[in-house]
């Protein structure tokens, strides 16, 4: 009974989690997309209002309870660079809403763990935190991934819409903000950002600095110093990005003909990590008794622990064997 109610307790605590989370990322976004709105619009009709300004410092991601903010800000060491990768995923999940999730993660396995699995409280403990400390963290990073896999797509396109404008006579600014109104996210979302902060008075080369560093990609970065380099020496600056595009699509064709090359170690190596887990879990399933001894004796423990370290260091090896950067 004590483990049910453990089990349910910690069930609770990461369904409220889920939901402070994700239920405060519309809330907080919409005020923030009104204020902009009507700065953009007062911009454009280039009005002069007498009223207090608007404060133009752009609003951190933050949670439901006011609590989990300060209790992250007082016990996160690297808070910043929590910040950007979490910035990187496009959505507005506050550092207290990270840290409130990974909370009711650890608790909820750590629960079902001492509770259903039969582990010793140290154990049970153990693997929640690393549970619930490893899994956001690499859903969040999937989520970085996967937008920066779309915004390295799309951005040589967004490349050939400033050169095509720069051609027209259109200054960089503007080629910048045509970007922003005509490309698909997330490298419209961007660019609208770049646009807005350089109308609000920062230069474009610290925007753009700032942008890269968020980001953290070589291809964005590559665009900001070829802008840099040209506000310095001057040239022909549409034909310098014109072929900034063309090496960008061929680095990215590389990349594609690499993964295609490789496909076969990588599913070799996937089979290969994950073998011993699947047949552990099908004889678990069969007979659960037979492997209990992993779990209750000291010496199955220390083989368990053994063999997990093992093949994790077998996993990271395979992996890096199979990856190559360009």
């Known amino acids: 009974m004590v483990g049910l109610a453990v089990i349910f307790g910690g069930a609770f605590v990461a369904l409220l989690c889920l939901v402070l989370v994700f239920g405060g990322q519309s809330g907080n976004r919409t005020p923030v997309a009104k204020r902009a709105a009507t700065l953009r619009h007062r911009i454009d009709r280039r009005e002069t209002s007498t009223t207090p300004a608007t404060s133009l410092k752009r609003d951190e991601a933050r949670s439901r309870l006011a609590i989990l903010d300060r209790l992250a800000r007082r016990v996160l060491p690297r808070q910043a660079a929590l910040k950007q990768r ?102 419209g979302s961007e660019f609208r950002r770049i646009s807005e902060s350089v109308r609000f008075g920062r230069s474009l080369e610290e925007t753009l600095w700032d942008t890269a560093g968020r980001l953290d990609t070589a291809d964005f970065k590559f665009f900001v110093i070829s802008l840099s380099i040209q506000r310095e020496t001057g040239g022909n600056l549409a034909e310098t990005l014109s072929n900034l595009s063309d090496i960008l699509r061929r680095r990215r064709q590389m990349k594609l003909k690499i993964k295609a090359m490789s496909s076969e170690a990588r599913a070799s190596a996937m089979i290969l990590g994950s073998l011993p887990f699947v047949m ?47």
């Not at 006579?169 to 045509?178: D, F, N, Q």
Request: glycine residues 14%.
């Open 280 to 326: 552990f879990a099908l004889i678990f399933l069969m007979n659960p008794g037979y492997e209990t001894e992993l779990f209750t004796d000291p010496r199955g423990r220390i083989m368990l622990f053994g063999g997990l370290l093992t093949m994790g260091v077998g996993i990271l090896v395979m992996n890096k064997m199979v990856k190559f950067e360009i």
């Open 86 to 187: 979490l910035a990187r995923t496009g959505k507005n999940i506050g550092v207290g809403s990270y840290l409130g999730l990974s909370a009711g993660l650890a608790v909820l396995c750590a629960a079902a763990l001492g509770g259903i699995v039969g582990l010793s409280p140290v154990l049970s403990l153990a693997a929640g935190v690393l549970i619930g400390a490893g899994l956001p963290h690499i859903v969040v990073g999937r989520m970085a991934q996967k937008r920066l896999t779309r915004f390295t797509a799309l951005f040589p396109d967004a490349i050939d819409l400033i050169v095509r404008g720069l051609r027209s006579g259109l200054p960089v600014t503007e080629s910048i903000a045509a970007v922003g109104r005509e490309m698909a996210e997330p490298v």
